[in-house]
């Protein structure tokens, strides 16, 4: 089993920042990639970013130029820098890993989720 533990939401000011992290823990065999959704009220969950286990990322456009994605292997963690923040980033930002376990497949986990708020 595989848990995902987030912190570091809250309220913040527009143009203000936070950093998001999410710690992967327990029978990890391969970690494929990490990365974090988002789920504003009354509106589907959607990807903001992703790291893949090469390096390489992907951010949803409106995030491009003020969020950065990065990991850090040995610690099995993934954080968000999120800067300029806008209202519109408020939503519950969950943390999302493909994560297989020592003899066994994939599997798609995700973490309880952390709130932010940006908001003056």
């Known amino acids: 089993q595989v848990q995902l533990v987030e912190s570091g939401g809250g309220l913040v000011q527009p143009g203000g920042s936070l950093r998001l992290s999410c710690a992967a823990s327990?029978?990890?065999?391969?970690?494929?990639?990490m990365g974090w959704y988002r789920q504003a009220p009354g509106k589907q969950r959607k990807l903001v970013a992703r790291i893949l286990s090469d390096g390489s990322t992907i951010y949803e456009d409106s995030v491009k130029g003020r969020f950065t994605i990065s990991g850090d292997n040995a610690k099995n963690t993934v954080y968000l820098q999120m800067n300029s923040l806008k209202p519109e980033d408020t939503a519950v930002y969950y943390c999302?890993?493909?994560?297989?376990?020592?003899?066994?497949?994939?599997?798609?986990?995700w973490g309880q989720g952390t709130s932010v708020t940006v908001s003056s």
């Open positions: 999302n890993a493909l994560i297989s376990s020592p003899r066994t497949s994939p599997y798609d986990y």
């Open positions: 327990g029978s990890i065999f391969t970690i494929y990639n």
